[in-house]
Each structure stands twice: as structure tokens, then as C-alpha cells.
């Protein structure tokens, strides 16, 4: 579980991280020209009115006036020199070069650029949180608008305005009271807080429906002043929550496809191979890599289907060989039948005996067979013997070996000891591990031609038993085939010298019960050599 999910989280945390960057990066990078532009659209006018009245005057002179114009502007105006603290160096070079620039200074907004034709410097702070805020915001420019409409006769004032519209980054305009806009009116009148600070002559920020307006009555006069319509980066802001939202969403499904991309192809692999194994194609398996999320599952599939493999397989060759092993004894039994039933024609006693006693031992053969065949098929489904016993082996060892000598005949059996400890105790089966040993002992009796040395001795991991004979021995090529189900040797280990060709199958399977094995090798007495591997 966690192989498969874990991916997951680490994807997800490195989209988080990857995401939660972008947030707080993006909007400086994206927003940060369009608001530069809506911000110089609000104070390039009054820039220009401030560097009407700073024209030609000292730095003394400047400082008395922006000090007079304080009391005008709802908000903080100050007048810097090159160097001053509260700019960096990188930010002194470009306002210098004559370029406008925003900087947040002690978490207010300011607007800064050079007055032409000196090395003094204007900033301008400005908010707009709220209703307050606007009002502090457009109070110096509209008041320096009035100081030009009031210097002059009333008649004169559309004049003035239309003289001043240039320099501004927005309209401005000298409305009748009666001539407002509709759409501003009726903010107005859904509004009586906002109506009420209109009638005392604030200057009224109004939010329409697609653009923002300034507005102010001016009390003594039929007239409101008006700064707008002005449309702010809205749009830009909207499009950028838009694209953060899809970035959101594909980043999302991007991370989602990381995820299950690989368990895709791992699953198809696995769909693939199953199908192609349900098919008869027992070769079949499941490239997935083992350190993928699927990887124990394809382990497992394979692994499965290697030992279904060999099942059919072993199944298949077992049918063959069992129905060949079957044929010869069932058609000695049927000739001898067939000879029994023609009793009227033999008169000799002792034949007809002959045919009985021929009639027994293939029964006999026949039964042995079965007994054979159903031992390997028990020891190819069991994975463990459950009748384990701790045993002492030498003792155990020698008892067999004293068995294995009243059917030795002639040949001479030695047990040679290389150090293994008299008290060495094993866990292991008993019952099915002495079949093993007197299968390899009878072998041995068969081939031997005048002795036989079991060897038991100790190494770091294992208990190994020895079994040599001094017979003709094994060709390496044949080595493994002996252990397959119904398999003879040529030569003197032929059908004659008896057995079905299972004992030693039936062998190798105990051995596996046991987590051991068996090999084969050359004997020191000259002929083969069987070695049994055990655990300790």
C-alpha cells in the first residue's frame, strides 16, 4: 500500500510547494505592469500640477511649497534628495534616469519621479482600502484643479479644464448637478452614508459597473467635479485568477496523471500477461520492474504462473510417461489372460502356474507403480511436512546405515565422521528423510561393486551426507535428467536392474520439503557420488 500511494504524496507535496510559489510570485510578476500603468494613470496629472508650482524654485523653496501643499493632499507628500535613505541605490538609479517607479516605503504606497530639470525628487503616498482613503487620495489633485477654476472667471472653466485634460491619464470633467450620470446617481441614492459625504463636499469614490469615478460637489457653485470614467486592471485581475485556477486544476491533473501512469502500464502488463497465460501461452509473464508500485503483484503473478508452468508441464510428461510405464506390464497381463483362457489346450501344470505367477508379479509391479506415482504426486503439492521431529543425526544415521546392511549383500559400508558432533540435533522429518537415504543406499548396492562411504560432516550453514559408491558413476549430462519423473540411464542403470524411475523424483521433492537439496558428483571411490544438503 504504501509503495503505491506513496508516490502520491510525494507528487502532491511537490505540486503544493510548486503552487503555493507561484501564488505568491505570479501576481508581482503578472500584475506588477498592469497596476504600474493604472497607478501612473492616477498620478501622472498630479505630478504635472506639482511640478507647475516647483518650476524654478530652490530646494528651499520647493520644501515651503510642498509643505503649503501638505495641508491640501489627504495624504503624506515629501520631497527627497539623491542618496536619501529610505530608497536603495538600485531604485535611486532609475528614478534619476526620469522614469516614474512605485515602492512600498513603511507599508504605504508611494509614487515617485524626478521634477524635470532638477535632481529633486517628489513622492507621492496614496491608499485605496476605502471611502476615506479615495477621499485622501484625490483631495490634492482635485483641490489644485479648483485653485486653476477658481483663479478664473466661471465662463472660463470649461476652458481650463479642457487645457488641463492632456496632462491627465483619465477624463476630467465640470458637470451641472442636474446633468450627473444616472448610473452614478443611482449609487448615490441606494447609498445614504455615501450621499450624505457628497452633499458636505467630500470627494465620493464610486465603483461602477465596469469603471471607477471621483467625484465632488462644489458647494458654492451648480457644479460637480469629476475624474473619470477610469477603467481599472479588473479584467487583468480576473484573467489572472482565471489562469490560476487552470494552472491549478492542470498542475492537478498533471500530478494525477504522474500517479497513475506507471500503475496503468503496470496494470495493462498484467492484463496482457494474464490473458496471454489464460490462453495456453504458459511462457508468458509480466515485465513490470520489481520497484514499481505493481511490482510485489508482478512478482507474484510470475512466480504463480512459473509454478502452474511447471505443474502443466510435470502433469503433461507424468501422463506421458505414466501411460508408457502402464502399457508393458498391462499387455504381459493380457497375453497371460489370453493364455488362461485357453486352459483346454494346455495340459502342463506347472505352465499354467507360470502364467498365474507371471499374472502376480505384474499386478505386483502395477501396485508398486501406483504407490510410486501417488508419493510424487503428494510430495509435488506439499510445501511442508507437518510430522517434524528433533532428532539426533548421528544416531539416527547409523541405525539406518546398520539397516542398509542386511541388503548390502557382499559390499562394504563405512560411515565416516568428519567432526560433526555426537549431540547435533536436527529438525526435520524423520520417516520421509530415511526414504530419501535408503533410495540413494539401494541405488548405491545396485551400481556398487565392492563398497560404499556415507560421509556426514558440518559446515558453516549446512549438515551435508555423502553417499559414495565405486560403480561406473554419472555423465554430467545426465545429472539432472535423473531427477525427472520416469527417467532411466543407459547403460548398466537400465530397466533391468528394476524400478519405475521415480525414486529418485520422489527424493528431490522430500529434499524440498525440507529446504534442502540433492546433487550429484564424483565419488573418490571412482563412481558417483550423492550428497544431501540440510539446513541447520
Known amino acids: 500500500m504504501l509503495r503505491i500511494f506513496l508516490p502520491l504524496y510525494l507528487i502532491l507535496i511537490l505540486f503544493a510547494v510548486i503552487f503555493i510559489s507561484a501564488v505568491n510570485f505570479l501576481p508581482t510578476i503578472y500584475l506588477h505592469s498592469a497596476l504600474f500603468d493604472y497607478e501612473d494613470q492616477i498620478t501622472k496629472g498630479t505630478f504635472y500640477l506639482i511640478e507647475e508650482k516647483l518650476k524654478g524654485l ?3 523653496q520647493q520644501v515651503q511649497v510642498v509643505d503649503g501643499l501638505q495641508d491640501e493632499f489627504g495624504y503624506p507628500l515629501h520631497l527627497l534628495k539623491p542618496g536619501d535613505p529610505l530608497i536603495d541605490t538600485k531604485n535611486w538609479k532609475i528614478i534619476l534616469s526620469g522614469e516614474s517607479i512605485q515602492l512600498d516605503i513603511d507599508d504605504a504606497n508611494y509614487n515617485i519621479k524626478k521634477i524635470p530639470d532638477s535632481d529633486t525628487v517628489i513622492a507621492i503616498a496614496f491608499s485605496e482600502s476605502n471611502a476615506e482613503n479615495a477621499h485622501k487620495q484625490a483631495l490634492g489633485t482635485f483641490n489644485l484643479i479648483k485653485q486653476k477654476l477658481f483663479a478664473q472667471s466661471r465662463e472660463k472653466w470649461p476652458d481650463i479644464i479642457h487645457k488641463l485634460q492632456p496632462y491627465f491619464g483619465f ?7 442636474e446633468m450627473l450620470s444616472g448610473e452614478l446617481l443611482s449609487v448615490l441614492a441606494n447609498d445614504k452614508e455615501l450621499n450624505q459625504r457628497f452633499d458636505k463636499g467630500k470627494i465620493i469614490y464610486i465603483d461602477g459597473s465596469d469603471y471607477e469615478y471621483y467625484i465632488q460637489k462644489l458647494k458654492e457653485y451648480p457644479y460637480i467635479l469629476q475624474a473619470g470614467p477610469i477603467k481599472p486592471p479588473i479584467a487583468v485581475i480576473i484573467s489572472f485568477l482565471v489562469g490560476l485556477f487552470i494552472l491549478f486544476f492542470l498542475g492537478l491533473a498533471f500530478t494525477l496523471f504522474l500517479w497513475i501512469r506507471p500503475l496503468w502500464i503496470s496494470i495493462n502488463e498484467l492484463t496482457c500477461a494474464s490473458n496471454n497465460f489464460g490462453q495456453g501461452k504458459l511462457e508468458s509473464r509480466a515485465s513490470v520492474k520489481p520497484r514499481a508500485a505493481l511490482g510485489n503483484l508482478s512478482s507474484q503473478f510470475n512466480a504463480m504462473a ?6 502443466i508441464t510435470g502433469h503433461r510428461d507424468l501422463t506421458n510417461a505414466v501411460s508408457h510405464e502402464l502399457r ?3 499387455a504381459r497381463m493380457r497375453f497371460g489372460l489370453e493364455m488362461l483362457e485357453r486352459t483346454g489346450e494346455i495340459t502342463d501344470e506347472k505352465a499354467k502356474q507360470r502364467y498365474l505367477d507371471g499374472l502376480n508379479v505384474d499386478v505386483n509391479d502395477l501396485e508398486e507403480l501406483v504407490n510410486e506415482l501417488l508419493h510424487y504426486a503428494r510430495f509435488e503439492q506439499v510445501r511442508s511436512l507437518p510430522d517434524l521431529e528433533t532428532i539426533e543425526v548421528l544416531p539416527w544415521l547409523e541405525g539406518l546405515i546398520e539397516h542398509a546392511r542386511g541388503y548390502a549383500a557382499n559390499l562394504e559400508i563405512h560411515c565416516i565422521n568428519n567432526n560433526v558432533p555426537v549431540a547435533l540435533k536436527i529438525r526435520y522429518s524423520p520417516h520421509y528423510l530415511a526414504r530419501v537415504i535408503h533410495n540413494l543406499l539401494r541405488n548405491a548396492c545396485k551400481y556398487s561393486q565392492h563398497e560404499i562411504n556415507i560421509i556426514i560432516e558440518l559446515t558453516e550453514k549446512d549438515i551435508l551426507i555423502h553417499i559414495d559408491d565405486d560403480g561406473v558413476g554419472i ?14 540411464l543407459d547403460e548398466s542403470r537400465s530397466r533391468l536392474s528394476g524400478g519405475h524411475g521415480l525414486g529418485l523424483a520422489i ?3 522430500i529434499m524440498d520439503t525440507h529446504n534442502g537439496c540433492i546433487a550429484i558428483d564424483d565419488s573418490s571411490l571412482g563412481g558417483a557420488r550423492f550428497t544431501i544438503s540440510l539446513p541447520k
Open 58 to 60: 530652490n530646494y528651499q
Open 328 to 330: 508393458t506390464p498391462i
Open 475 to 488: 555423465l554430467k549430462q545426465d545429472r539432472q535428467r535423473i531427477f525427472e519423473p520416469f527417467s532411466r
Open 171 to 177: 477624463p476630467i470633467n465640470l458637470i451641472e448637478n
Open 507 to 509: 527424493a528431490k521433492r
Open 306 to 311: 512459473e509454478r502452474i508452468s511447471r505443474l
